[in-house]
């Protein structure tokens, strides 16, 4: 089996998922400088297109090629804008397991978008890439985030007790550091059965390889 993942695109019902693009920097990095972005990540702040360019053009590609993951942007099919990205990463290809974190953009948060995003990743990894772990990692505090995580059938397994730095507004206002636990979920492709069906009847997904 290689050990990376391919340039593909993956289409669910309302969402595509493919690579990055330069188009995308503008509103990536208006994505990226949201409140909850910033509280709950450890992206730059504030996060400049300079550093949304950094990541489109090199970052995010030197995940893929170099073995560590794969980055998706996530798209609305209607619309065609930018409504998130999922990222896989920490990937171990002896193990066949990977770690996946998403970020949702404000205007398209309530709509199901990440669940739906990350279910059909978790489709993907298990079905076309012989996957047998996704990883899953929360803050404490981050009550949506660990809602998708159990929407898509996510187990908790733990917390990891003090291993996360959160960000919130002081009284002047200034981004402050907060040591925060985090909770581990896992995904086993066994956990996967029914959850699609469950969550909305996409009519699975389709995935396009060495897509561009």
């Known amino acids: ?9 993956i289409s669910t019902e309302r969402l595509v998922l493919r690579p990055f693009e330069e188009s995308d920097i503008e509103a990536f990095a208006e994505m990226m400088n ?6 709950w990540t450890s992206v730059p702040h504030p996060y400049t297109e300079a550093d949304a360019r950094a990541w489109i053009t090199e ?24 409504v998130g990205t999922v990222h896989l990463s920490n990937t171990d290809w002896r193990v066949r397991s990977t770690e996946i974190a998403y970020v949702v ?9 990440a669940s739906e995003a990350a279910l059909a990743t978790a489709q993907w990894v ?3 890439r012989g996957f047998e772990r996704l990883e899953l990692r929360t803050a404490a505090d981050n009550t949506a985030s660990q809602q998708v995580a159990q929407k898509i059938g996510c187990i908790s397994e733990g917390v990891l007790r003090g291993a996360w730095m959160a960000r919130s507004r002081n009284g002047d206002g200034e981004w402050t550091d907060v040591r925060t636990d985090l909770i581990v979920w896992s995904l086993l492709p066994e956990d996967l059965e029914g959850v699609g069906e469950q969550l909305a009847d996409t009519g699975g997904f389709t995935s396009y390889a060495d897509w561009n």
């Not at 089996?1 to 695109?9: A, G, K, L, R």
């Not at 949201?34 to 509280?39: H, I, M, R, Y």
């Not at 953009?105 to 978008?113: I, K, L, S, T, V």
């Open 126 to 128: 298990f079905q076309d």
């Open 34 to 39: 949201d409140e909850l972005v910033t509280a």
């Open 59 to 82: 970052l995010a590609p030197a995940e893929r090629a170099e073995g560590r993951g794969i980055v998706f942007a996530v798209d609305e099919f209607l619309t065609q804008r930018l």
């Open 1 to 9: 089996m290689t050990s990376t993942f391919p340039n593909v695109s």
């Open 105 to 113: 953009a404000p205007w398209a948060r309530g709509e199901g978008y």
